[in-house]
């Protein structure tokens, strides 16, 4: 069975750092591609990041580009999501996501058919 939990979330100020995890279980990296995506109160979820399976590719969104850094440990069976330089706009429930077979991988959620629960990320001004 799939499993994939997101921690990791807090408060930080303006221009801080925070690193996200996303544990897994019952997948390798190799055949699931990782997706991370935010969902603010009242807007539509956002692809931030995702690394292919078999670290095929790697993608950012614009918003994110240059600040977010996503990397694999295997031995922990973990994905990482390092922000830096966050904006009040970073503020959102963070989910990581697990689609199988997607070496190139994706920021729409429509192909992520695994999903962990959120973590809230806070970054005040």
């Known amino acids: 069975e799939v499993q994939l939990q997101a921690s990791g979330g807090g408060l930080a100020e303006a221009g801080g750092s925070l690193r996200l995890s996303c544990g897994t279980s019952?997948?390798?990296?190799?055949?699931?591609?990782i997706g991370w995506f935010r969902q603010a109160p009242g807007r539509e979820r956002e692809g931030v990041s995702c690394?292919?399976?078999?670290?095929?590719?790697?993608y950012y969104s614009d918003s994110v580009k240059g600040r977010f850094t996503v990397s694999v440990d295997n031995v922990a069976n973990t994905v990482y999501l390092q922000m830096n330089s966050l904006k009040p706009e970073d503020t959102a429930v963070y989910y990581c996501?697990?689609?199988?077979?997607?070496?190139?991988?994706?920021?729409?959620?429509?192909?992520?058919?695994?999903w962990g629960q959120g973590t809230q990320v806070t970054v005040s001004s």
């Open positions: 019952g997948l390798t990296f190799d055949d699931y591609a």
């Open positions: 690394i292919g399976s078999g670290y095929g590719s790697i």
């Open positions: 996501a697990a689609d199988k077979w997607d070496d190139l991988c994706t920021l729409a959620d429509g192909p992520y058919d695994f």
